[in-house]
């Protein structure tokens, strides 16, 4: 089955581009010139701008606030556009910046700069893709995923993704900055102007590590940011009957999603497409009928499949869902009854979203019932998948599939009560005439439906969506328990909820824990003394570790003197900083391993008595 | 005598296109009203009568939109009992006879109606016929 591209493989690609081992630049040893690599590290600093000017939407305001009241995160991500700022200052950014460079670059450096740049502008085109340009030149969500780009948990993910580029970005640009190469034409000038982008890069790295200490992401919050997808929907797939119970489960999960992408246009459709009709009202509600019975079923067996005589967890967890599923059935149901009493001003034309429901219940149907050739008129010879024949491995997949299905019926309740609404307020709720008693001599076969009717008929579709939502919740909690790809669903959810109810002081995500790599705090390479040793061929270990402490502190003595100097005190700018190679080399290494104190060697640190005050408990 | 039983009859000598619709808009009702009660989760036919009930509401809906169908009903409503202990075999079998006979006059009516909108109502609701005998007999989509 065919995978959506995620903004996951382009924030991949970039961190591949600039790994050592990736040789399809040359080689990684391999110098370059100075001039070279600043003009492809343009193009990188201008899209890392434009992600952080996508951040202030995040950060309401963002820029008005005085820093110190506003959250870490948000902090750091102004700190980290000043920084971006500064960097780009010590680079030419006059005139546009093209995709991609009209000659190849030579240098191994420039080339992977530009890989770089090529793959995180197409990673932000791909987060575009859920945003369009309104009617009055705001941007409008086009797609459940502009909620969760928009949530200060993505933000939170994209700054640490981005400060871990900047990182690595600063130390291999620092490094052609500060080694001259033989009949490069490069000037002095050049070399400081690039140590100086990278030190700022650096500067903004050590900012975002200031704010993850403080407030730490989850190893969740980054899987789910890659994990975005491109805004178009899965194709469409129908089961022939050979399909295994993986590829039923990824076919049941895909139209799933391919149906919440259909159903997210279908409201704005109401008021004048043709296609919202009784028809559309019909099919939706009869096949969420069945697809919510095949669910149930489906449940039942996994609910026996996990009983276990030690722990039966996960399977009341899966009993509990097939409950809900049960009274989802029976509300949706009561929907389609109560749209027995009403009729549209157009007839038989169906919503792309209604015309693909009944694909749901075909998926769900095979995965339920043990006939591979199962279909809706199968009648009453059908039997239930026996709970033998699901592998353990399976189970979380199956489940996944079922918490798909789950939100997609929320969703599509949702949609359906948008589109009503729109519909009534547009007179285009009808009843026929002819259904009225005699006393009534309407001379025209329908009238418009009275409030009543469409409100009644409403709360069915409200009572249905609150009962899909419980579903949902119980089956995020299977997957959680049993680890299911679907656990993502639950993250997206959490990460939109988080931003409604957004404060400082209430953005930490709970069970979060640091990934290893990316909020390593420190740059684990040698300083400049240590390095110039290894270059001497000098392996005596006690030899190198003096090295290592004389490093250690010649950085903590300029960062603690950096910290020191008087508020007011202006200090210089990088270039000047870093006049000579040596002191650019011992500056680095600060900058790259002394964490947030270090960037008082660049900016003044934030006064003390300007902190935000402790909330009360 | 069924209520189904008394609709199939008169259906099937229903003569022009106003008491063909008037016909088969009482029998996709009716059958609306009797399925409706038996939609029961527990009987395999459950999901195949839950689809043939929108299809049957779907097909009394398209004939209201054809021109022809008289503002009134031409028959008072029909006064027969449905037997409520009625065999789940028995009861299919004549809901599959009713609507392949709508399927069949429904599809006469759109060939031969002068009025467009007349046909275009009988072909859709000749559908919806078709669909609730496929479904009843097992050889649904």
Known sequence: MMRRATFGDFIQAAHWHLDPATTIHGPAAARGSAEEVSRSLVRVVTVLRRYLQDMTTTFNNVSTHPQAELGSWARAAIEAREALRNSAGFLNTHGAVSRWPAIPAASPLARRLDSVAESLITGRDLLQTHFSLGVYGGWQHRSEWAFVITSSTITRALLTEIASLSRTIARQGADVALTGVSGSRDNAEARRALNATCQWLWVLNASVQAAHQREPTSAADGELLRAIPVNIPPPRHLPDGSE???ALCEGTAATAQRLRHLA???????????????????QVAADNTVTSHNCEVLLRTLAARTKRPESDHVSAQLSAAADAARRTRELWLRTAHAIDDINTDTHGQVLPAAAETRDLVLWTGRLAYADPDWTPASGPTQTARRPESLAPAQVPSVIAA??????????????????IRTAAQAGRILVTTRSLSDEFDIPRPFARAPRARVELLLSHYRDAERSSQQVTAELARAAETTSAPSRLLTAAVAAVNSSQVCAPEKDKMPNGFVGADTHREADDRPGPVERTLLHLGVSRPDVLQRGADIDEASSRLLIDAANELEPGQRRPRATMLSRSAGSAEVVNHALAVGGPRAVALLRRPPSPERESPEHEP | VTRIHQLHERLHSAVGPAAVLDAAHDAFEEMLSVIRPREDPADGLFIPLVMAAA???EGRNAITFAPSLPPRRLHPATTAQEPSDANAKAFTAELAVLSELLASRL???AHSAPDNDDQAACRAAARSASDIYALLIGSGP
Do not use: K
């Open chain 1, 264 to 282: 997210w246009d279908a409201a704005e459709q109401a008021r004048w497409a043709s296609e919202m009709s009784v028809t559309s009202m019909y």
């Open chain 2, 55 to 57: 299809s049957a509401a």
């Open chain 1, 402 to 419: 079922a918490h798909h299905v789950s939100a997609t019926l929320t969703r599509l309740a949702r949609a359906e009560q948008e589109q």
């Open chain 1, 244 to 246: 295994s119970v993986t």
């Open chain 2, 107 to 109: 599809t006469d009516v």
